[in-house]
């Protein structure tokens, strides 16, 4: 079994700096965690407030659904592609996402194999809404989404 409601939520303090990678504290948590009964890491980032538990339910019922290695949840994406003479034109390429940051799943067998969300076999991707996507870096990140909430409260 991938997940359950009841499944067992892992924290653990780590020596981490401001320089450490997301990766190698997931790492570090799964190796210290060693006979711990779970089968999934899901990383949360904390600037992404949007994201809801079905987006977390959905993305682990689509990793069981498909026996996926992992799950990232992203958004559409629009881009442009430099022409000739640096001339800007839209993108005839469908169905272009970017990684909202929202969550990363993947099965721990596939960390411990020394692979992870961007490089296991087979990844798939939760789509989750352009208004539930915004991740929260900047003072100017901080206000959109404040604004969003004072709209959506209004």
Partial sequence: MIASPTAAHLSFRVGATRAAVPLSI??????????????V?????????????DDIREALALMEDRDADAVVSV????VLEVG????????ERHDIVAHNGAFYAVKR??????????????????RMPLERSIDIDTIYDLE?????LLVAAA
């Fill in 26 to 39: 997931v790492r570090e948590v799964v190796q210290a965690k060693g006979d711990r009964n779970f089968d």
């Fill in 41 to 53: 890491v899901i990383v949360l980032q904390p600037t992404s407030p949007f994201r809801t538990a």
């Fill in 75 to 78: 958004c559409d994406a629009s």
């Fill in 84 to 91: 000739h003479a640096d001339r800007l034109r839209p993108n």
């Fill in 109 to 126: 067998s596939v960390l411990e194999s020394g692979k992870d969300w961007e490089t296991a076999d087979l990844i798939y991707a939760y």
């Fill in 144 to 148: 959109a989404a404040e604004r969003m």
